[in-house]
């Protein structure tokens, strides 16, 4: 279970999360849409840990642990997994080596036996299957030269792998093809089930049709500003946000 | 002896050799030989300087050195020619694949000394060789070898050298070759030793369709500090010539590259092209980059760029938010970076050699 209680962040000056309370049960579905500028981003970075955010007030429990004080990399043994809305290219860093480096880092942290090649490659080569991808993805640098497509199914053979228990998905920009909003909802919903659950950050309601989602919760001005059922992103889509808030 | 080369020199505006100027050196101590690498072809031993254990055939013994006088304005060969006792004369004939050959020089010395070996490779017409150079050390000791090569038409030198020399020694490594029309001179030099080093290449493209490609990696730490100097002379028309150096930089480490291309009058259709790459891994190494064009003919096509930055603060963010830690997050980096300044070598026994050498250079301190 993934617990946001007043959650106050800011880069540099500008505070962006003015208070967030926000509750995500193990098992389901949160999709979280609003205007530009509402901390959409910044949320999903606080949450992974990125640098240059600075939390002011407020804790994020996951399954009980205050996850502001753990590394990313500790984050993500935890079972938090961030889906990059623009993965990052690494030259000369082979995917397969990158794949194994993370699930063996991951399997360490968590008490769990390291697979040795053979075993990686086997578990590596069903995921990919799985997601119809072609095998010469693993042999490929990391995300280097992909297209859009191709770096969402990345993200999502990742995911895959390292099997987590929250998925934080940054989908705020409204220039992701139709292929890769089936892509990462693919992905998801595979995942889906009463171990799992997941956080969709979106602009639009189009992903929303992919990932249906338990809640809807609506993010502007650094707060959450409505909470609803699956039916609150018709409605936002129907009356936009400006109509949403005032409601 | 000729007095060393100092900063107010152009060309030396980066390196100082005062440090080198202020040791003494004796007698060049008897040398044990060292352990062999593991090599399928043959391997020529360079122990203080001397040829220890000559080379087997196909190839000849190399032995063959004779005394040689210097004219140009190089003073470091000046002085190599001064004192040279030693060096290895290979010569392939025309027509012959000379295959892969290691020369392995060590130096090692209780006392201060130099060596100043001098060594001759000559390529007969279409003649190729894959010469990989391993240069090691202990102690304190001035390596100043002069290498002159010489490429006769359509031949094929794949030069390697992985300098690991000791930390407390000096390397000056001068290479001269003139490449005839159709031959090509493939340089790499892995600069991971030595607390100075100055590798300078002077490469002349004399006939046509021929080429150069000069790449070198700097690995360098603590107060470590490599040169890599290239200067390419395109002499006749339709030659092509690259230079890249890739440098990962720690600690107060000082690295330097200064690349030079010159295009003589009549040199039409000239390819040139030079990059220089650095990765500083903390806020007090630095890098100098001096690119030098200088042409004088009118269709040519020359191109140079240069980065200098530090390790990718989103691509680490990445890594770790996979779950990996951040020292191997960044080891992973680095190596990604190394890898690619390694891509150049394709000879597999070399690149084994390289990526071997890399793996030890962060493990030990």
Redesign the interface.
């Known amino acids: 279970m993934l617990e946001i209680k007043n959650l106050r962040a800011r880069i540099g000056e500008k505070e962006i999360l003015k208070g967030i309370d926000l509750t995500v049960p193990t098992g389901e579905i949160h999709a979280i849409m609003g205007p530009n500028g509402a901390g959409k981003s910044t949320l999903s970075y606080v949450l992974s840990g990125r640098d240059g955010y600075e939390v002011t007030e407020g804790e994020v429990l996951y399954n009980g642990v205050n996850i502001l004080e753990l590394a990313p990399e500790d984050r993500a043994a935890a079972g938090m997994f961030l889906a990059f809305q623009y993965p990052v290219e690494l030259p000369g860093v082979g995917n397969a080596n990158f794949l194994r480096t993370a699930l063996n880092a991951v399997r360490r942290k968590r008490g769990e036996p390291e697979l040795d090649a053979v075993a990686f490659l086997k578990s590596a080569r069903a995921a990919i299957k799985s997601l119809q991808m072609n095998e010469d993805f693993l042999k490929r640098n990391v995300n280097v030269g992909f297209s859009g497509g191709e770096k969402k199914r990345n993200e999502m053979l990742q995911m895959a792998l390292l099997k987590p228990g929250l998925a934080i998905l940054d989908e705020t920009d409204s220039g992701l093809d139709i292929d890769a909003l089936r892509i990462v909802s693919e992905g998801v919903n595979a995942l889906r089930g009463p171990s799992f659950s997941a956080l969709v950050i979106t602009h639009y309601q189009r992903l929303l049709d992919h990932i249906v989602p338990d809640m809807v919760h609506v993010l502007a001005g650094g707060r959450i500003v409505r909470s609803g059922p699956k039916e609150l992103a018709l409605e936002l889509e129907a009356r936009g946000y400006a109509g949403v808030e005032a409601a | 002896m000729t007095a060393l080369p100092t900063k107010k020199l152009e060309a030396w505006r980066y390196t100082d050799l005062r440090a080198l100027e202020r040791l003494s050196f004796g007698a060049v101590p008897a040398a044990a030989l060292p352990a062999l690498p593991e090599f399928a072809g043959p391997i020529v031993v360079f122990a203080n300087g001397r040829m220890s254990a000559p080379l087997a055939a196909p190839l000849g013994d190399g032995r063959e050195f004779a005394p040689v006088q210097e004219h140009g304005p190089q003073s470091l060969a000046h002085i190599n020619a001064e004192q040279a006792q030693d060096g290895l004369s290979l010569s392939v004939p025309a027509g012959i694949d000379g295959g892969a050959l290691l020369m392995l020089s060590h130096n090692a010395g209780e006392t201060p000394f130099a060596a100043h070996p001098r060594h001759r490779v000559t390529l007969g017409d279409n003649a190729r060789l894959t010469l990989i150079e391993l240069v090691k050390g202990e102690g304190v000791y001035w390596h100043n070898p002069v290498a002159d090569i010489a490429l006769h038409g359509g031949a094929v030198l794949t030069h390697i050298r992985l300098q690991q020399e000791s930390t407390a020694a000096f390397n000056t490594t001068l290479i001269r070759a003139n490449v005839a029309a159709g031959a090509a001179y493939e340089h790499f030099t892995a600069t991971i030793g030595a607390k100075l080093s100055r590798t300078e290449l002077h490469v002349s493209l004399l006939g046509e369709g021929a080429r150069a490609d000069l790449n070198a990696a700097q690995l360098l730490r603590g107060e470590q500090h490599g040169d890599f100097t290239a200067v390419v002379r395109h002499a006749a028309p339709n030659c092509a010539s690259r230079q890249t150096v890739k440098s990962v930089l720690a600690d107060d480490a000082h690295g330097v590259f200064q690349g030079r291309i010159e295009v003589a009058k009549g040199a039409q259709k000239t390819d040139g092209y030079q990059m220089s790459r650095a990765l500083l891994l903390s806020e007090r190494a630095t890098m100098d980059i001096k690119p030098e064009l200088e042409i004088f003919a009118d269709d040519v096509k020359c191109s140079h760029g240069a980065t200098i930055g530090a390790l990718d603060?989103?691509?680490l963010?990445?890594?770790?938010?996979?779950?990996?830690?951040?020292p191997?997050?960044r080891a992973?980096?680095i190596?990604?970076?190394?890898?690619?300044a390694f891509a150049p070598v394709t000879d597999e026994a070399a690149h084994k050699l390289l990526i071997e050498a890399i793996g030890t250079w962060w493990t030990t301190p």
């Open positions: 603060a989103e691509q963010f990445y890594l770790r938010s996979r779950g990996i830690n951040e191997e997050a992973m980096l190596h990604a970076f190394l890898e690619e």
